[in-house]
């Protein structure tokens, strides 16, 4: 099973950030998702003043129950392992973290889940790989742009790395053609405000234009 989610994630070269989705409308958000080609969804353990993590675990529990085979879920925002383990439970595939904490990517690899810590300098993303993690996350990105990606690419290149933060429709190839394996974005696909309003065919078009945008660079 982790080697299918490892696949996945790259193969499919996108991961969907999702947070402040609640779990009641967290369904036709990961159906409008799929509808545009993206099968690796990572919910958020953290979000504004109305976070509520309890319900965060319940929308990873239905959507793994609902389209377990069809999309691979994630927990992000992994800081303890006490939030691992909850997420775990509920049926999180893959952990994702801001940051580098050996404990947590212990126990993400003993439950046999992929992990996938954040790290940004060179120093933290090697101990990050040394530690276990089958992906980094180079967080956050956006302002340090490709450039940074390809810079790491060259000295790193055995570690797989995931460019996170600032990932847009207009960028995203430049992270993928520098030496990312795959992207995570958040706000700028998974739009709150179309989901608010219930406007999933909107979403699902954006998952179509980031996979195209995805699709074209691979076959090139």
Same mark, same amino acid.
């Given at each position: ?123 933290? !993303? ?5 530690? /276990?993690?089958? +992906?980094?996350? #180079?967080?956050?990105?956006?302002? @340090? *742009? &490709? ?11 055995? !570690? ?5 933060? /600032?990932?847009? +429709?207009?960028? #995203?190839?430049?992270?993928?053609? @520098? *030496? &990312? ?21 909107? +979403? ?17």
């Amino acid at each position: 099973m982790p080697d299918d989610v490892k696949k996945s994630i790259l193969s499919d070269k996108i991961i969907a950030i999702i947070r402040n989705v609640r779990s009641e409308q967290i369904e036709q958000v990961a159906e409008a998702l799929l509808k545009g080609n993206i099968r690796c969804l990572e919910l958020a353990l953290s979000g504004g003043a109305n976070y509520d993590e309890k319900d965060v675990l319940n929308s990873i529990e239905r959507i793994r129950k609902k389209y377990d085979g069809q999309i691979y879920v994630g927990a992000g925002t992994i800081l303890t392992v006490e939030q691992m383990k909850s997420a775990y439970n509920s049926g999180a595939q893959y952990m994702i973290s801001p940051n580098v904490n050996p404990d947590v990517i212990a126990q993400t690899k003993q439950c046999g889940c992929i992990s996938i810590p954040g790290a940004y300098s060179p120093t933290e !993303i090697i101990n990050a790989y040394e530690y /276990g993690a089958d +992906l980094v996350k #180079v967080f956050p990105v956006g302002k @340090a *742009g &490709a450039s940074y990606i390809k810079n790491l690419s060259v000295p790193l290149g055995k !570690i797989p790395l995931i460019a996170v933060g /600032g990932v847009t +429709l207009q960028n #995203v190839q430049e992270f993928l053609h @520098a *030496g &990312a394996v795959a992207v995570g974005v958040g706000g700028n696909l998974v739009d709150i405000q179309l989901i608010q309003q219930k406007r999933y065919s909107e +979403l699902a078009v954006k998952a179509k234009e980031f996979h195209r945008q995805i699709s074209w660079k691979v076959d090139k």
